[in-house]
């Protein structure tokens, strides 16, 4: 960030462990106004006295000018100062209680925050830094303010994960890969605006649970990642003579990790991580299966491998289950599914999701009409069920009560055009704007609904 062109926002940070340091030192140089309290009096006097309890690069220094110039100030959890501010970070501990999140200390801190919003003569924004579970921001942290007998016109609520790296946490800070703001109103959304005005990276507005979520995403994606490239060094050491990072190089330069050309859907940012029924065709679950076996023979556990292949069966009647809930039941009704390669521009179908969605539809009692530019001859090779393939996919479409997308071709693009009445469109891998519609129209992703 440049200097503060924004505006000057009073903040109050409950928490002042690693994550609520570092964020207050570095929105009190950002130009802001920040008080920082916490619990443990040990780590307020120190700090007052301008010693951090962790180590950080550059805090102890930065600190300093802060404390020096009155941009920032600590103190023990006090009500009338944080009635002041106009937005409040809970930044406490979320630790684990035999494996579940304990959520007791963001509990008492909303209850604080409840009693400033309550006292105060202005409305504020309160935002959970901490990570947190979806559901507990709107649920468990309004709920408790609320309870304090605050007006709900009187706060904001809102959540703005923390992706920082303790060893780099104030460089993070000053250049974050991309800021989250979660918000269940205008009020927490503007103050989160204003407090990140000067930071030009990408901003996502989103609501809360989504803001949750996205943290435990990140950490599970960067989990699963790592897990990969030990589980793959494991195999490189039994066999000997491969160093793993040359390996890891090797796959890195694959541009499918960082966007890609988009031949696995048709999606704008996410295009090749976009969520499906799964993947198929005749090498990732070939692949990671023989990769798990040979690893096997080597005495290793391959958990990881399992845990892949295992998620990736479930995942076509996960994705069917997850689209049709809360629909009429399927029995009876009349299904066309769109696209049976595993992929578009193929008609390889080994091992396509297809089959698992048109058995899970069977199994429902659904009658299954299929169409795929190239794939059904192969289709009907792999498949012994009583499919009955179209050829005009487009003439048919009217005499069905739901239509599936399987595999995103091109060609399926339209097929939103084409739909009226109360038909249902399930896209599992979202070929489809939902936007543009006709009313009436169910549309179902997986977590999404129209
Ligand atoms: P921490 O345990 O170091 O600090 C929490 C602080 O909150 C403690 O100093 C505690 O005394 C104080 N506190 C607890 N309840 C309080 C209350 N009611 N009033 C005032 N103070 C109170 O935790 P941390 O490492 O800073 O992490 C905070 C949150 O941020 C966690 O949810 C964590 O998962 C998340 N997070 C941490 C990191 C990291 O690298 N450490 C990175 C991203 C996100």
């Given at each position: 960030?440049?200097?503060n062109?924004g505006l000057r926002v009073k903040v109050a940070i409950i ?8 964020t207050g030192?570095?929105l009190a140089?950002v130009g802001h106004s920040v008080t920082c309290l ?28 802060l404390?020096?110039?009155g941009s920032i100030s600590?103190s023990?959890?006090d009500?009338d100062r944080l009635a002041e501010a106009d937005i409040i970070m ?23 925050a409840?009693?400033a919003v309550?006292a105060a003569d202005h409305p504020i924004a309160v935002v ?27 706060f904001g ?30 009020l927490a959304?503007d103050r989160l605006?204003e407090l990140?005005a ?253």
């Amino acid at each position: 960030p440049e200097g503060n062109g924004g505006l000057r926002v009073k903040v109050a940070i409950i928490g002042t462990g690693y994550v609520g340091l570092v964020t207050g030192v570095g929105l009190a140089s950002v130009g802001h106004s920040v008080t920082c309290l916490d619990m443990r009096e040990s780590v307020v006097e120190s700090l007052t006295a301008g010693i951090p309890p962790i180590f950080e690069q550059g805090l102890e220094e930065l600190l300093a000018q802060l404390l020096e110039s009155g941009s920032i100030s600590f103190s023990l959890p006090d009500v009338d100062r944080l009635a002041e501010a106009d937005i409040i970070m809970i930044a406490v501990g979320t630790p684990s209680r035999d494996g579940d999140i304990d959520l007791s200390q963001i509990r008492s801190a909303a209850e604080l925050a409840g009693r400033a919003v309550a006292a105060a003569d202005h409305p504020i924004a309160v935002v959970v830094k901490s990570t947190v579970v979806p559901g507990t921001t709107k649920g468990l942290v309004l709920d408790t303010i609320a309870a304090s007998g605050a007006d709900r016109e009187s706060f904001g609520i809102g959540m703005n994960p923390e992706f920082l790296r303790e060893g780099s946490a104030l460089v993070d800070f000053n250049s974050p890969d991309r800021i989250v703001i979660g918000f269940e109103d205008d009020l927490a959304r503007d103050r989160l605006r204003e407090l990140y005005a000067d930071f030009s990276c990408p901003k996502l507005e989103v609501n809360t649970q989504t803001a949750e979520l996205t943290k435990y995403a990140n950490n599970l994606y960067l989990a699963l990642q790592i897990s990969a490239a030990n589980e793959i060094a494991n195999v490189a050491a039994r066999v000997g003579g491969i160093d793993p990072l040359d390996v890891v190089e090797g796959v890195l330069s694959d541009h499918r990790w960082s966007g890609g050309d988009g031949v696995a859907g048709a999606h704008p940012i996410a295009k090749y991580l976009i969520p499906g029924p799964g993947f198929g065709g005749s090498c990732f679950p070939k692949d990671v299966e023989a990769f798990r076996e040979f690893g096997l023979t080597l005495e290793l556990p391959m958990q990881m491998s399992s845990a892949i292949l295992e998620v990736n069966g479930a995942q076509p009647g996960f994705s069917l289950d997850s689209m049709t809930e809360g629909l009429p039941p399927l029995d009876g009704k009349r299904v066309l599914v769109l696209g049976l390669s595993f992929k578009p521009q193929t008609d390889d179908v080994r091992e396509t999701p297809a089959l698992g969605m048109i058995r899970a539809l069977r199994a429902a009692g659904a009658t299954t009409l299929a169409h795929d530019p190239l794939a059904m001859d192969a289709y009907a090779r792999i498949d012994g069920g009583e499919v009955e393939f179209v050829v005009d996919w487009r003439a048919t479409v009217a005499t069905v009560d739901a239509v599936l997308v399987v595999t995103p071709w091109a060609d399926y693009r339209g097929i939103g055009d084409l739909l009226s009445g109360d038909q249902v469109l399930l896209d599992p891998r979202r070929s489809v704007d939902p936007a543009g519609l006709a009313a009436g129209v169910v549309y179902r992703s997986i977590g999404v609904k129209k």
